[in-house]
């Protein structure tokens, strides 16, 4: 070891430190009634691309007006601190459990909207865009020509035709955000367009949501500089309504509306899964923890047992995904929603 070089000095932070490192004095947010919707979408601007996304998603529906369509969202928000944005606050999600489920949604017969964070993972092309090979680890050279190599020929064809199939039918609609207030016009937008599906719309809300953000009104037009206010950033971050309720009271009455919970203490996910349901009276809250969120989900609905579902360390090893045990257990309720919504299944 080099006795010359030296660690500089370390302040360890106290526990007091940590704990006031964010301010926890506002008090437990209620869900979101019609003033708070207007306060919100009155007053931060909706994207520019929006009409054209909404005509897109009215066709899509049209099209799909005989069959089940879920609306899949995938991937973290983003809280931008400057207009012109440099700086953003993210939320933890790679799209792999909205990505991965879309695929089991289209080959149990669904047709997808898969509002997706913006270059996060999608479906079928997950297999080969965010992986620990870089795409040309899959291909080969032979006679001057690019080829996939043989290795993977199987499993890419297999891959490639359910893409195709899913192209051919038109039964994919891939929808972008990045922000948050990006993705709140949308998916606000977006469940009334799916309004007319009534029972056989199904909202699957997998995407990490921003708690809070920094409204419009407050947002800096440039790059925040470092020596502008002192040494110190201090940020001063509202909550985010939480439309849950409106989705289900009001954005999308009749559809089955399905939310994650996410946390990482293991004491606490069943109580916030059950809240969450207590809160916004929807069909199913899907529970899981971050560390395991993989192998294992539980399942928390009105008037029923709390469910787990788990991967078997053979199902595991053998690179199964828990989205194929979850997808069929989603349809199962799917149907039974629809029949008790007096539609036919
Ligand atoms: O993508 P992966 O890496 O595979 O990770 C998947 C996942 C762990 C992110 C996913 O399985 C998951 O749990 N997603 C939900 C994360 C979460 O707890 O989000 P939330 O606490 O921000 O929101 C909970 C639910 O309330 C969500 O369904 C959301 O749509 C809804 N919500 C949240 C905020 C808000 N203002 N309004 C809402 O309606």
């Not at 007091?16 to 506002?26: L, Q």
């Not at 994207?47 to 973290?76: C, W």
């Not at 620990?132 to 891959?159: A, H, I, R, W």
């Amino acid at each position: 070891m080099d006795s010359h070089i030296k660690s500089p000095p370390t302040r360890r932070l106290s526990t007091g430190e940590r704990e006031n490192a964010i301010d926890r004095t506002i008090p437990l947010f209620p869900p979101a009634i019609e003033i708070d919707e207007h306060n919100y979408f009155d007053n931060n601007e909706p994207p520019e691309y929006l009409e054209d996304m909404i005509r897109g998603a009215q066709e899509f529906v049209s099209f799909h007006k005989n069959d089940r369509v879920v609306l899949v969202t995938s991937g973290g928000t983003t809280v931008p601190l400057e207009n012109q944005t440099v700086r953003f606050i993210d939320n933890f999600s790679a799209g792999t459990r909205g990505a991965t489920s879309a695929e089991y949604f289209l080959e149990n017969g669904y047709a997808v909207i898969f509002l997706h964070r913006q270059f996060s993972l999608l479906p079928y092309s997950r297999h080969y865009s965010h992986s620990t090979n870089c795409f040309l680890d899959f291909m080969d050279e032979k006679d001057g020509k690019v080829l996939v190599d043989p290795k993977y020929q199987e499993e890419m064809l297999s891959v490639l035709r359910k893409y195709q199939t899913a192209k051919e039918k038109n039964l994919l609609l891939l929808l972008p955000f990045t922000t948050i207030n990006q993705y709140l016009h949308t998916l606000r937008a977006l469940s009334v367009a799916l309004q007319p599906l009534k029972s056989r719309a199904l909202f699957y809300l997998a995407a990490a949501v921003s708690d809070f953000f920094v409204p419009l009104h407050r947002i800096p037009e440039h790059k925040i500089q470092s020596k502008a206010g002192g040494n110190k950033l201090v940020m001063n971050l509202d909550p985010v309504p939480k439309f849950l309720n409106r989705l289900v009271d009001k954005w999308a009455p009749g559809a089955m509306i399905i939310s994650f919970k996410l946390e990482t203490d293991s004491s606490i996910l069943l109580s916030k899964a059950k809240q969450a349901l207590e809160r916004y009276s929807h069909q199913l809250v899907i529970g899981n923890l971050l560390q395991t969120r993989k192998r294992e989900v539980v399942f928390v609905e009105p008037n029923a047992p709390v469910l787990w579902i788990r991967l078997t360390p053979k199902q595991e090893a053998a690179g199964i995904d828990i989205e194929s045990l979850i997808i069929p257990a989603v349809l199962e309720r799917h149907s039974a929603w629809i029949r008790e919504s007096g539609g036919s299944v």
